[in-house]
């Protein structure tokens, strides 16, 4: 399905096919911020959520939410005024972004009768596409630090890129300290019903590989996150590799070190 356009939001996204198509991906919402983190607050202070991930910061507050939005707001609204460029003039722009603007799971609650644009929704989850992060070498190695160096020097559309399923980004300003990493989320009251496999299909298929030209497309998780391994085999990755004890965990999560899978997309 290809990216749809609420004329009257100004907001492009994505929709999944049926049985989900009430599953739809936007971008965040600065105007919704209060929504947001009233939302948002409470997943990542869940046990089922927060263990199965190194960051965002735990205890999540809202003063890490909003300082979240407010940063991936403005890195997404170039890409966001482009696309609202082509939808308003029906001329497509044949160049491929370096950012994935769809990075927020809603589910809709009331749809427009005539024109079948959602109304209103609410956050179920997160999820993007960003340049990979090279788990498969040690935390803080030279090695991790020159792979990510030769990865973010390639000019967007090159096939060479090595994009991956999460985030991993520098706040500004109360997160200046903090290296704030979310991977891909679901609330728990919405596991169960294949939506986080349509998601990550969707992704790829009418964003990454058309306006990434996503060609290498790596995902990991621990070892132990078998719903996540599922996921990810269920839209043709196979695993890379396992590794035992890698990755640092934090200490108000237990501490210690968790070991890894890696996986790597194949295609469909």
């Known amino acids: ?25 936007t971008p965040h919402r600065l105007h919704q911020l209060e929504e947001t983190i009233a939302a948002k607050v409470p997943l990542l202070n869940d046990p089922r959520i927060y263990l199965n991930l190194t960051g965002p910061p735990y205890p999540y507050l809202r003063e890490h939410e909003e300082e979240w939005v407010k940063s991936k707001c403005a890195a997404a609204e170039p890409v966001l005024q482009a696309l609202r460029a082509e939808f308003q003039t029906s001329v497509p722009q044949q160049r491929y972004f370096d ?17 079948g644009h959602p109304k209103q929704d609410v956050l179920i989850g997160d999820i993007e596409i960003a340049r990979y992060m090279f788990y498969e070498y040690r935390h803080d190695s030279p090695e991790r630090a020159e792979a990510q160096r030769l990865n973010n020097e390639l000019p967007p559309g090159d096939e060479g890129i090595a994009w991956g399923i999460g985030c991993y980004s520098y706040c500004a300003g109360l997160c200046s300290l903090m290296i704030l990493s979310c991977s891909d989320f679901l609330a ?3 596991h169960g019903r294949g939506i986080m496999t349509l998601v990550l299909r969707t992704l790829i298929q009418d ?12 995902a990991s998780a621990f070892v132990e996150n078998a719903g996540s391994l599922r996921v990810f085999e269920k839209n043709g990755f196979e695993v890379l590799c396992t590794l035992e004890d890698w990755a640092p965990y934090p200490e108000n999560r237990g501490g210690g070190w968790k070991s890894l899978t890696v996986v790597q997309w194949r295609g469909f």
């Open 1 to 25: 399905m290809p990216i749809l356009y609420n004329p009257q939001t100004q907001e492009p996204y994505l929709r999944l096919p049926a049985p989900l198509s009430h599953i739809i991906l």
């Open 99 to 115: 950012l994935c603007p769809f990075t927020v799971i809603r589910e809709v609650t009331e749809e427009d009768p005539q024109t």
């Open 188 to 190: 728990p009251s919405h």
């Open 207 to 218: 964003w990454g590989v058309p306006r990434m030209n996503t060609k290498r497309l790596m």
